[in-house]
C-alpha cells in the first residue's frame, strides 16, 4: 500500500522550468517503477514518463524527450520531474503513479497500482 502526494506545480511561462515532486508513504517504494502522466481538460491522461525500481533506466514520452528528466531517491521515498523548455502544451495536472508489476507495456494507464491526486501545471504563453 502506497500514498503518494505530488507538488511542485504553479504557472509559468512558455521556456520556463519547473520541477515536480512526488512523496510516497510505506516502506516499499523500492519495489515500485515509478511514473508521471499528465491530463489536460477534455482529453485522456498520457504516459509523460517512468523510472525503473533502482532508477538505472528511464523511458519518456516523445513529446518531453530532451526537454524533461525523471529521477528517484530511494531513501526519501521520492520521485521528481524536472521539466525544462516549458510549453503551453504542457499545460495540464501532472500525477505521479507506482508499478509494483514487471515487464509488458509500461506506458499505459491501467498497469499502475497507486495514483497521487495530481498537481496543476499551467504554462502561458
Known amino acids: 500500500q502506497v500514498q503518494l502526494i505530488e507538488s511542485g506545480g504553479g504557472l509559468v511561462q512558455a521556456g520556463d522550468s519547473l520541477r515536480l515532486s512526488c512523496a510516497a508513504s510505506?516502506?516499499?517504494?523500492?519495489?515500485?517503477?515509478m511514473g508521471w502522466f499528465r491530463q489536460a481538460p477534455g482529453k485522456e491522461r498520457e504516459f509523460v514518463a517512468r523510472i525503473s525500481r533502482n532508477g538505472g533506466s528511464t523511458i519518456y514520452a516523445d513529446s518531453v524527450k530532451g526537454r524533461f528528466t525523471i529521477s528517484r531517491h530511494n531513501d526519501k521515498n521520492t520521485v521528481h520531474l524536472q521539466m525544462s523548455s516549458l510549453k503551453p502544451e504542457d499545460t495540464a495536472v501532472y500525477y505521479c503513479a507506482a508499478d509494483s508489476r514487471t515487464g509488458g507495456i509500461v506506458t499505459t494507464t491501467r498497469r499502475y497500482d497507486y495514483w497521487g491526486p495530481g498537481t496543476q501545471v499551467t504554462v502561458s504563453q
Open positions: 510505506g516502506r516499499t517504494f523500492s519495489s515500485y517503477a
